[in-house]
C-alpha cells in the first residue's frame, strides 16, 4: 500500500453490518438446496447422496416416557454434521450477487454474514443506500425461505472525524436498526473505534472470573 492509497483509506468513513437469522440451519429447504447444488455442478452419484441425506427425515417430542408420532420434515439440515456449514454456504451462495449489487462487500461462515462499505464522508445518501441493501437482502431471505432477524441485526458505524454523519440509524421493512458502540462478531468484540477497549475488557472479565473458580478449586 502505498502513502498516498493509506492517506485516502485513513480519511474514510465505514460501517459494519452483522446480519442475524432467525433459525437458520432449521429454515434451509430441501427442494431450492438440492436444486442449488444442481446449478453448482453437482450431479449423478454425489447428489444422489445429498437427496439421500435429506430426503425421509422425522422428528418427534419425547414428554415423560411418552412419544409424538413422526413428523415429515421438508426443511432443516441435520446439526451437528461437518456438512451442515457448507451446505447452508451452498445454499445462500446467490445472495452475495443481492450484496455486491449495492457496492458492499461482504464475508460469509455458514450462517454468520457480515457486510461491510467503506465511503468518503461527503458520500450523499448513505442510509439509503444501507436500507435498500437490507430491503434486497430481507426480500432474498424470503423467497429462500429464511427470515432475517432485523431486531437483533446490528450496525456498526465508524466514522471519520470531519464526517456529518455522527449517528445511523436504518428503518428496514417498519423495524429500526440503530448504530451500536460495540457488537460481538465471531467471538471478538469489536467497538466503533476500533482500539478493542471493549474486547479487552471483556476478555480480561472472563479471565477473572475463571481464576476465580480456579481458587476456589
Not at 58 to 66: A, F, T
Not at 135 to 164: C, G, Q, V
Not at 178 to 192: K, P
Request: charged share 15%; with cysteine.
Amino acid at each position: 500500500m502505498t502513502e498516498a492509497t493509506a492517506r485516502h483509506c485513513s480519511s474514510l468513513s465505514s460501517v459494519l453490518i452483522l446480519l442475524d437469522l432467525s433459525a437458520a440451519f432449521d429454515m434451509v429447504n430441501h427442494k431450492l438446496l438440492i436444486s442449488t447444488l444442481a446449478e453448482r455442478g453437482i450431479s449423478g452419484t454425489a447428489l444422489s447422496w445429498f437427496v439421500s441425506y435429506l430426503t425421509d427425515r422425522s422428528y418427534q417430542v419425547s414428554w415423560k416416557g411418552s412419544v409424538s408420532a413422526p413428523h415429515p420434515l421438508s426443511t432443516g439440515v441435520p446439526q451437528g454434521s461437518v456438512l451442515v456449514p457448507l451446505l447452508f454456504s451452498m445454499y445462500t451462495t446467490s445472495l452475495g450477487s443481492v450484496i455486491n449489487s449495492h457496492g458492499f462487500s461482504y464475508h460469509s461462515y455458514a450462517d454468520d454474514t457480515q457486510l461491510f462499505l467503506s465511503f468518503p464522508p461527503s458520500t450523499p445518501q448513505v442510509k439509503e443506500r444501507i436500507s435498500a441493501c437490507l430491503t434486497d437482502i430481507s426480500e432474498w431471505m424470503a423467497t429462500h425461505h429464511l427470515k432475517l432477524n432485523l431486531d437483533k441485526t446490528e450496525l456498526l458505524f465508524m466514522t471519520y472525524k470531519t464526517s456529518p454523519l455522527h449517528d445511523l440509524s436504518i428503518t428496514v421493512d417498519g423495524t429500526v436498526v440503530a448504530a451500536s458502540h460495540s457488537a460481538r462478531n465471531l467471538g471478538v468484540v469489536l467497538d466503533d473505534r476500533l482500539d478493542f477497549k471493549e474486547h479487552i475488557r471483556a476478555t480480561a472479565w472472563s479471565c477473572r472470573f475463571l481464576l476465580y473458580n480456579i481458587r476456589r478449586i
